[in-house]
Nanobody
Framework: QVQLVESGGGLVQPGGSLRLSCAAS????????MGWYRQAPGKQRELVAT???????TYADSVKGRFTISRDNAKNTVNLQMNSLKPEDTAAYYC???????????????WGQGTLVTVSS
């Protein structure tokens, strides 16, 4: 069994920073891409940032220059450093991974349980 567990959400004032972390655990053979998505109340889930095993990154236009995604392949973790936060960044943030287990089962869309980020004064 494999799973993703996020941490690091919370309440922050506009202009502040937060760092989200996500750890993949279980019988993992290899992790391909990892990423962060978010879903605000009443809105669809949207991509925030992704990173491949080689370190190539993509960002939503709305977070470019403010958010930085990184990963530690040895620890099977992915982080999201969020700076200059805005009220519109308020959402539940979900970790996502495309990985293969030691039984060679491919999980193309594995999701964490989500962590809430609230940006408010």
């Amino acid at each position: 069994q494999v799973q993703l567990v996020e941490s690091g959400g919370g309440l922050v004032q506009p202009g502040g920073s937060l760092r989200l972390s996500c750890a993949a655990s279980g019988s993992i053979f290899s992790i391909y891409a990892m990423g962060w998505y978010r879903q605000a109340p009443g809105k669809q889930r949207e991509l925030v940032a992704t990173i491949t095993s080689a370190g190539s990154t993509t960002y939503a236009d709305s977070v470019k220059g403010r958010f930085t995604i990184s990963r530690d392949n040895a620890k099977n973790t992915v982080n999201l450093q969020m700076n200059s936060l805005k009220p519109e960044d308020t959402a539940a943030y979900y970790c996502n991974a495309d990985l293969r287990s030691t039984t060679l089962v491919r999980y193309r869309e594995l999701w964490g349980q989500g962590t809430l980020v609230t940006v408010s004064s």
